[in-house]
């Protein structure tokens, strides 16, 4: 057998396996998309955002009153995949992980594939799939 076809039998049960498994336990699997939403919790100010890896820089956003600014994408082979997000509006900023490749982080926070952050008055909160409640993990840097 040829090295391209050895290597598209690899690529099919690679994509076989990843499937089963994810049907199985009911999780995202590997190369499944994630969906990110960065959400303005204020009731009068505009936020500003900027997201990236290593590898794309998502530039800035402005989001409005109850809007949302939101990207997806697929984890890398390696499982490190990592997102950075400095959020900022005219009382403080914060920086922090939006995403990353850790098991517990997407069971409790992408469960469903998306992982949702909230910004409002007290800091940036992330919605947790399990309790089905948004929970503040980042306080305003002055």
């Known amino acids: 057998m040829g ?5 598209i039998l690899l690529l099919v049960i ?9 049907q199985v336990r009911g999780a995202i ?3 499944d998309k994630y969906y990110v939403h960065i959400i303005n919790g204020f ?3 505009t936020i500003g955002v900027h997201c990236q890896s290593k590898d794309n820089d998502l530039g800035e956003q402005f989001v ?9 994408f697929r984890t890398n082979f ?5 997102f950075f997000c400095h959020i900022w509006w005219t009382e403080g900023h914060v920086t922090y992980k939006a995403y990353w490749d850790n098991e517990e982080f997407k069971r409790e926070s992408c469960g469903d594939g998306h992982c949702r952050w909230k910004a409002d008055t007290r800091g940036i909160s992330n919605f947790n799939v399990r ?3 948004y929970q503040l993990l980042y306080l305003w840097e002055h």
């Open 3 to 7: 090295i391209h076809k050895s290597c």
């Open 43 to 45: 009731s009068d100010v």
């Open 14 to 22: 690679c994509i076989c396996f990843n499937t089963e498994v994810t």
């Open 131 to 133: 309790q089905n409640v």
């Open 78 to 82: 390696f499982g490190t995949t990592l």
């Open 29 to 31: 699997g590997l190369f």
């Open 64 to 72: 409005p009153v109850g809007g949302e600014f939101q990207w997806n």
